[in-house]
């Protein structure tokens, strides 16, 4: 029996295990870590929570999934969110150096963007970082119910070279 824990967000320090997942406040979005049909290959990504079938909106470590062991999610003191292995190596950085972080955490809001923000007691709410960054290849509505793209820099892709096909580690070669 697999139990899984959802959380809100996670603060520096803290992490996000294999079937530990956030949700959005509104429910539509989860992340966590999954696979695609091959439970030796995990990947950290974004998801649509209760549609079936899963379809994922974004994957962090696409191109260089965890093999063989199961992947930690933590937030760094400086704000940086890192994918590591069972063996402790990293994965995938988000290499977000470019500010100061204080008591930096990871939200995953509802527009299905997950970021990473500084200190919750700050005001300005400064994000750090934020997965709408790195390209994706799916539709999402902006909050007034408009599509919206994910992907940016002119890729292209459509459905069939995207996150919805078995491999995602080729979705952006």
Do not use: C
Request: charged residues 15%; proline residues 5%; aromatic residues 10%.
């Amino acid at each position: 029996i697999l139990v899984y824990f959802t959380l809100n967000s996670i603060d520096q320090g803290q992490s996000l295990k294999e079937n530990e997942t956030l949700v959005s406040e509104d429910g539509a979005f989860e992340a966590g870590f999954l696979n695609f049909g091959d439970s030796n290959r995990q990947y950290f990504g974004i998801w649509y929570k209760g549609i079936s079938p899963r379809t994922i909106v974004w994957v962090a470590n696409r191109d260089t999934p965890i093999e063989n062991s199961s992947g930690v999610l933590t937030v760094t003191d400086g704000g940086n969110l890192v994918i590591l292995d069972g063996m402790g190596a990293s994965i995938w950085s988000s290499n977000s150096t470019s500010r100061t972080a204080e008591k930096p955490f990871l939200q995953l809001l509802d527009t299905a963007n997950l970021v990473v923000k500084h200190g919750r007691n700050s005001p300005q709410n400064l994000i750090l970082w934020q997965s709408f960054d790195i390209p994706g290849d799916t539709f999402l509505p902006d909050p007034h119910g408009y599509p919206q793209v994910v992907m940016s820099l002119g890729l292209g892709m459509g459905r069939a070279e995207g996150m919805g096909r078995a491999e995602p580690s080729r979705a952006l070669a």
